[in-house]
């Protein structure tokens, strides 16, 4: 027997959409079980110096990319041969996580997910500079979930006394 396009789609657990949080977002279909993998978060693999430049030269900041860091400091760049996985949202309380197994990223729930729920999880994006209100602004958040913090940046690490980020972290 067959498959065709139509019935592997219909095998799919979510779909993408217009999204009311930002641009597009990825929705499930049917439900998705705690702990269930839903998606590989696929895409060109480069080096982070190559996605500075990539951004430069679309003319937009770094932060509007689909960029996933690796665990090796390399990049996955989604817009580059990506996959559906690119359209899923930010959310401070979200419904999804993110784990690298072996330089591949897989994105699983992390509760039971509805039909037509829309996916997320934490971008927890870090940023070495000063988390000023015009770099908060750049990187603001839309989940409007409960706990939304405004932003898709990671806290910053404090030191132990709390006063300084440590020197490693500068």
């Known amino acids: ?22 641009g597009n977002g990825v929705f499930a279909l049917k439900p998705i079980g705690a702990g269930e993998r839903i998606i590989e978060y696929r895409g060109e693999r480069i080096t982070w110096d190559e996605a500075t430049q990539r951004a430069a ?4 900041p770094i932060n509007h990319t ?8 390399r990049v996955i760049d989604g817009g580059s041969r990506g996959n559906a996985a690119r359209w899923i949202n930010h959310a401070c309380s979200p419904n999804c996580e993110a784990f690298e197994d072996e330089g591949r990223v897989y994105i699983h729930a992390m509760r039971d997910i509805d039909p037509g729920e829309e996916l997320n999880y934490n971008y ?7 988390h000023t209100p015009a770099l908060k602004k750049l990187f603001a958040c839309r989940c409007g979930t409960p706990g939304c913090t405004g932003t898709m940046l990671a806290p910053k ?3 132990r006394s709390g006063s300084k980020k440590t020197s490693a972290t500068a």
């Open 124 to 130: 927890a994006l870090i940023y070495d500079e000063r």
């Open 66 to 73: 689909f960029y996933f860091t690796l665990a090796d400091g």
């Open 157 to 159: 690490k404090r030191s």
């Open 1 to 22: 027997m067959t498959t065709t396009k139509r019935s592997a789609r219909s095998d799919l657990a979510y779909e993408v959409r217009k999204s009311p949080i930002h």
């Open 57 to 60: 030269e679309a003319g937009g």
